[in-house]
């Protein structure tokens, strides 16, 4: 094995002054919150990384001991551990985590799990609905565990070792609710989420299903044709020979290309290439290598098997020779040509012929660092192994059924993957097998998928079962197409987050008791979640009300102001919601202040490329600031890395402004010149706005939405390298929302006598008072969704 292309950087040993010792116990106090607790009758401690713990060295934190004959405490700032120095158990070991948590709550003792938020799961193959959630680093009574005491060790040469003493090795978060802080000591303990690149983060177009190269490139030409954006091209197992003589078993381990289907491999994945799109195949490895491929000869001639019988290959992830040559000769040619990397579509359970070791995560560790050997930036694509497959990314879901129940269950799923330190889930949007075919239900899991951290559609070969948007009638295939389209939009804005993860430990999708974690109500909105630092999203999962045409969201604003990212309604927060919208859009919301920076809707293609025209938009009522991160982001090899930050910052005043400055060298990795189109949302028209370049006042484009109010401002041919000043005076009121009109345009839509319409309208503009309109309409008897829809947009601000 190539040492430098496995090297795996670890530091598996803590600072001594951190550890409290005895014959048979052994606390490390790696952080004023986090301790190790190990137990061992041998005395024996162990001191090697894991397949989950990578670091122990942390700084020392300051602490306290006192110890008698047979007690023993440990006191830091935030925790009291008391011991009785005997086998661990209930009443000799314990742990309270101080601070107005709980009278009696926070108390941890030793067996005990506490009220855990939950974390994710190994898959969601063949589920229909919800399914039970492995324990998370988080707890509403502060504390939670990870026990690491049969975890795989691994060498310092990066090979892997059972674990040939038993004994109890245990972790103890203490963080009360300061989830954030939790989650940031993990990532210290277990290892940072890589950086994605660039292309991950737009639509992926996945189907099980035996295209030809004819047939792939018809449909890329039509996606093309039809404006519908995808950066990633996934082929499932049908790339390879699956139709075999039954001596070689079932064809569903593979690793020859099918020449039936793809006549010129290499032509075809350059031509995705040249379309803007990368590619990930799908492998099954269990089944081994057999006589029939094409690279058999060779590698069972390094594996000393007898190719004479066509003896078959084993799998055999355990076995460090096997391991070389699987991505010798399996993977590598492949790669050359042009696959980006791999889907590993691994089914088989978590036992191999070493103790403990679990082949889904050998195969997710070593595959990820093998894709990363030429200084490329490391990617897999596969199941969920545990605690500590964040650092391996990405995770697929599995197959789930095409229902309401496994939609509605997968926004809580992702959120509270993060949980565990889990953040890029990739779902099969749209559901993989069985169901029904709802028009409404795949719109609604299209809108969730681009509010998700991957948006990768997908489906059987079922020839019912289809996704491509001119496949629906005009009304449906329109949403569809504009939310893959907005999907693309949005990179720039992901690309950053997916920095702020990797940089600062801060997933894309949090729930909303991170940041407020003291609000009951925060906990109690399973299927709403931060989507990245400005943004809130809360995707309707269930079928729409048919006498309203539109979806509920039972949702919840923290204090604040918000604005719907879609129509500019702006809201005041500190209370719970009942959202409604109409098929074609959800309820995503923007504080006041925030800055989204996305791609022009004209500019959108397959290509994910640092773009050249930049949609900026910007929400009243408070100021803000957003540091545009972007880079060459195929690289992993940090002296190749060229990074550009550009600095957005929006004052909101009597003399309001925004202000762009690109803070670090262009490296040539962003245009020279880029146009902008800054839309600020919720604010009055002004015709006193002007622009300036470097202190030099230069010519803008200005129109104001009234419907919407929008100031949309476009300056073009802009140096990079400039400062762009936008002077926004008289701009420092919040427009209040048009009740008239919107009460007008839900009640158009609204399938009721047309005689209580009129009425309802009536009271509407008869009353100045929002309150003394909704006491009138209340007493008309409504039915609950229309009195809750009119609710909403009559006392929204």
Known sequence: MNQNTYDFKTSPVA??????????????????????????????????????????????????????????????????????????????LCIQVKGNLSAYRSIWHFGETGENLKGTARTLDETDGEIALEDGLLSRNGFAIIDDSRSILLNKDGWVKPREQKGIDLYFFGYGREYLKCLNDYYVLCGKTPMLPRYTLGNWWSRFYPYSEDEYKQLVRKFETENVPFSMAVIDMDWHLTKLDPKYGSGWTGYTWNREYFKEPKEFLDWLHDH??????????????????????????????????????????????????????????????????????????????????????????????????????????????????????????GDTFATWDTLDFQPYFTATASNAGFGWWSHDIGGHMHGVKSDEMLVRWIQFGVFSPIMRIHSSDNPFFVKEPWKYNSYIGGILTGFLQLRHQLIPYLYTMNYLFHSENKPLIQPMYYQNPENEEAYHVPNQYYFGSELIACPITKPLNLELNMGGFDGWLPEGIYFDFFTGRVYRGGRRIRFYRELSTIP???????????????????????????????????????????????????????????????????????????????????????NYQIDIVGCKDSDLVSVFLEGKEISFTKRYDAERNIMHIQVFSITVNKALVIKLPECDQIIENDIIVQVFNLLDKTQIDFDCKSLIYRIIKKHRSRELAMAEIQALHLPDELLGALYEVIMAY
């Open 15 to 92: 600072n001594q002054k951190a550890v409290i010792q005895g014959d048979c116990y052994r606390f490390t106090v790696l952080t004023s919150r986090l301790i190790r607790l190990e137990y061992n009758e041998d005395g024996y401690f162990e001191d090697l990384a894991t397949q989950v713990v990578i670091n122990r060295e942390f700084p020392v934190p300051e602490y306290r001991v006192k110890e008698g004959e047979d007690s023993l405490e440990v006191i830091t700032e935030h925790l009291h551990l008391t011991y009785n120095k005997k086998l661990f158990s209930k009443n000799g």
């Open 276 to 397: 803007g799109m990368h590619v990930t195949l799908n492998v099954h490895p269990a089944d081994g290598v057999h006589g029939h491929e094409e690279m058999y000869l060779p590698m069972a001639k390094e594996l000393g098997v007898d190719y004479t019988k066509e003896d078959k290959i084993q799998f055999d992830i355990s076995d460090r020779k096997f391991l070389e040559a699987y991505f010798k000769y399996l993977h590598h040619p492949h790669e050359e040509i042009g696959v980006d990397f791999w889907w590993v579509d691994w089914q088989q359970g978590g036992s191999s012929k070493i103790e403990g070791l679990d082949p889904l995560w050998m195969l997710n560790h070593f595959h990820f660092l093998d894709s990363g050997r030429d200084g490329k930036r490391p990617l897999t694509f596969s199941r969920y192994a545990g605690l500590g497959s964040h650092r391996y990314p990405l995770g697929f879901s």
């Open 588 to 674: 995503v919301f923007a504080r006041a202040g925030a800055i989204i920076p996305m791609v022009v809707k004209d500019a959108v293609s397959n290509s994910a490329e640092n773009p050249s025209d930049l949609l900026i938009k910007v929400f009243a009522g408070a100021d803000g600031r957003f540091d545009l991160y972007e880079d060459n982001s195929l690289t992993s090899v940090q002296s190749e890395v060229r990074e550009v930050i550009t600095s957005m910052q929006f004052t909101w005043n009597k003399d309001s402004e925004f202000k762009i400055q690109c803070r670090s060298k262009n490296n040539g990795i962003i245009p020279e010149e880029r």
